[in-house]
């Protein structure tokens, strides 16, 4: 990164993980970062600030830069110009993972096009300390981060993640999970297994699970509370006749690419994409 800068720490910009929820889920190196870089930005400075009193680290006289969605385009100069003078900034996100549904992104875009070393101190996450707990298979997942709040474009969104093979894993206020689950029940098919998780690593830590129906009359009836992680796993296989799977795809090829034909049976059929794509390209070798 560079030759250290007056507090030690090398030139550049560092993104560091926060807790999501428990304050010693912090790294030593994310803490040595706080304690030596020049100029401190985070997306809320109360609760960097508050992390760095618990954790007995001294703010001394250095900057403390609030950088969030609403102020970005101010304040990213200003940060920029603190990376030309060959200083040391971390970033902290308000909780978890930098990048991950945090306003990050433009400032660690901006630091490398203008040649600044950029690296992250890694940490706690939220999707993925979710999926660790859900149950559910973690070997592929897709994060969707929140989805639209009006029901019928959230029903398109989730509609349009129906093959996604693999979790499907998003961020939910409590306020909408009842009705973000009746519109997955809806759009993705109520069997499937889900999970709600939420205030992961907090004293009242708690994983639910079941169908999509079950969590989203649960979730209806008794209320959710504090932050949500909302998790669904794969469409069950449901037995379907290869004579029938055949004929369907041996309609679609007539007039689609083998491509086009397996989604379109994968949905017409709700299978699995790569299983009725794998047949597509069986049948068409044969043509």
């Known amino acids: 990164m560079g030759n250290p800068s007056e507090t030690g720490t090398a030139p550049g910009l ?8 428990t304050a010693r889920d912090i790294t030593l190196r ?30 001394a006289d250095r900057p403390l830069l609030s950088y969030h969605d609403h102020n970005g385009a101010r304040m990213r ?11 040391s900034v971390v970033y902290a996100s308000e909780a ?10 433009d400032l660690a875009r901006a630091a490398r096009e203008a040649g600044h070393a950029v690296t992250v101190a890694p940490g706690a996450s939220a999707p993925v300390t979710a999926l660790a707990l859900s149950g559910l298979p973690t070997d592929r997942f897709f ?3 929140f989805l639209p709040s009006g ?22 206020s409590p306020a909408r999970t ?59 296989e449901r037995p379907v006749n290869e004579s029938d799977l055949d004929s369907a795809l041996e309609q679609a090829l007539e007039t689609r690419t083998v491509r086009d034909a397996a ?20 049948l068409e070798g044969k043509a």
Do not use: C, W
């Open 263 to 282: 989604d379109s049976v994968a949905r017409q059929l709700s299978l699995p994409r790569r299983r009725v794509y794998q047949r597509a390209l069986e």
């Open 178 to 236: 009842a009705a973000m689950l009746a519109d997955a029940a809806e759009a993705l098919g109520g069997d499937r297994p889900a999970a709600i998780a939420r205030e992961l690593t907090k004293r009242f830590e708690e994983v639910q699970r079941g169908t999509l129906e079950e969590l989203a009359a649960r979730s209806a009836a008794q209320g959710v509370k504090g932050e949500v992680v909302v998790l669904i796993g794969e469409a069950p």
């Open 96 to 105: 978890g993972m930098p990048m991950i549904a945090d306003p990050g992104y």
């Open 143 to 145: 994060f969707g981060g």
């Open 30 to 59: 994310a803490l040595d970062l706080l304690a030596g870089a020049d100029v401190l930005a985070a997306e809320d400075t109360r609760s960097l600030r508050k992390l760095m009193q618990i954790h007995g680290i001294a703010r």
């Open 14 to 21: 560092y993104l560091i993980a926060t807790p999501i929820g």
């Open 151 to 172: 029901g019928n474009k959230r029903k398109a969104a989730l509609a349009a993640l129906a093959q996604v093979p693999g979790t499907l894993v998003f961020f939910e």
């Open 77 to 87: 100069p200003r940060l920029l110009a603190e990376l030309a003078e060959g200083k």
